[in-house]
């Protein structure tokens, strides 16, 4: 997919994986939240358009309505369509029916996390727990409340995969520290711990 945005699916990926927002960070399985991320790929490429409807006068009311007429519509939503089944196809790897989400280098996961919507702010954290290479994104994409989702990769080889991940409105900033002895990558804000993550080989 590159470099080209996708930012219609931070929604779909927001609504596909969140429960309930908590003031304690809630890990979501790996085998869950990868099959929650590509199923909201699958439900977005297969789902049917509405058609746009002019006003009864039979006229657009605006340049922005012409802009947008069915014709365009369809276009723009073919196209992302595209976009998102060659992202599934590249990214998702099978193993029997388990489904992993893999990226190739650092930076298609970063233009990974910019695509998932058109104001998106995106954090990176790099560690090294219990010689394992740890890459944590966070992605802030919603305007007004906060909605952060944290995806926590792992690195194999060259490749870097999605092992755990979760989403929370906390407004504080979160500061992400590393426990080497009891090989943890803690999570807390300035007044208090909001969850842990142990790492194992």
Known sequence: MGKKKIGFLLPLLILSNIHTYAQE?????KNELTKSLYKAFEDFINEEPEP???QKTGRYNS???FLT???RRKNTE????????IFIESHFIFHDTVSELVFFDKNQMIEW????????FVQLEEFNVNCCNIFILMVDGCSGLRCLGIYVFEQESENWKLITGTYTDIRENIIIKTDNEQNKIIFETISRKIGELQITP
């Open 69 to 71: 007429s069915n014709k």
């Open 25 to 29: 960070l809630q890990w979501q399985e």
């Open 78 to 85: 073919l196209q992302k369509k595209r976009e998102a089944k």
């Open 113 to 120: 996390g910019k695509s998932l919507g058109a104001y998106v």
């Open 63 to 65: 340049l922005w309505e």
């Open 52 to 54: 746009y409807k002019k």
